[in-house]
């Protein structure tokens, strides 16, 4: 179908590294994003990566592409409780952004 | 630094009663959407627009209609609103087609009684 999958939910300890998944559907995307949402508030974009890259580094964060698969990963470094959100991956259509349910991290000390 | 403000956090409106949820972009964008987001099914798109009194639909555009009568303002009508359409609302804003980054507003919480 046109889903962009992502599991709903992930739970590591603190200091852990976290690493988020996501499967997307159309090939021809041009950018592949993770947007970050805290409690309460509107989505925040955390990075992106463009369509010929297979990875982009940015300080905890670690973004891997598999254009064959259509998989995109997100890791994050020493997970923190600040971390604790949801994270959506996204697909770019044209000038849409087609979005995934979202997968809600929690930290535990 | 972007601001896309939508005005109105939460609403409690009644079914069959006409709602506006209004948002406001500060930066000059092109581009304004507007999403629905409930548990488990993520965001879904329910109209955009590239430029003044310009309007697309997106993946569930029923029930809802758009304006766009001034390039910063973008406007979420329901008709009649109906408890199905409680949710969280979000506004979004791009600069111009082809823009890889979309600014999203706080959303607005809507419930139907």
């Known amino acids: 179908g046109e889903d962009v999958e992502q599991s709903l939910f992930l739970s590591v300890r603190e200091g852990d590294s976290s690493v988020i998944n996501c499967t997307y559907t159309d090939s021809s995307s041009t950018y592949l994003y993770w947007y970050k949402q805290e409690p309460g508030a509107g989505l925040q974009l955390l990075t992106y990566?463009?369509?010929?890259?297979d990875m982009k580094q940015d300080q905890r964060l670690t973004v891997l592409l598999n254009k064959k698969d259509k998989h995109l990963s997100l890791r994050i470094a020493d997970t923190q409780t600040g971390d604790s959100a949801i994270y959506f991956c996204?697909?770019?259509?044209?000038?849409?952004?087609?979005f995934g349910t979202g997968t809600r991290l929690q930290v535990f000390p | 630094d972007v601001k896309v403000t939508q005005s109105s956090r939460y609403l409690v409106k009644r079914t069959g009663e006409k709602v506006f949820l209004e948002c406001v972009q500060d930066m000059d964008h092109e581009n304004m959407f507007w999403y629905r987001q409930d548990p488990g099914l993520g965001l879904r798109l329910i109209y955009f627009?590239?430029?003044?009194?310009?309007?697309e639909k997106g993946d569930i555009p029923e029930g809802y209609s758009v304006s766009r009568e001034k390039k910063e303002r973008f406007s979420l009508i329901l008709e009649s609103a109906s408890t199905n359409q409680t949710s969280m609302y979000l506004c979004?804003?791009?600069?111009?087609?082809?823009?890889?980054?979309?600014?999203f507003g706080e959303g607005s919480w809507l419930t139907v009684v």
């Open positions: 990566i463009f369509s010929n890259m």
């Open positions: 627009s590239y430029d003044v009194k310009m309007k």
């Open positions: 996204a697909e770019s259509r044209g000038d849409k952004l087609i």
């Open positions: 979004a804003s791009s600069l111009s087609q082809g823009s890889n980054t979309i600014y």
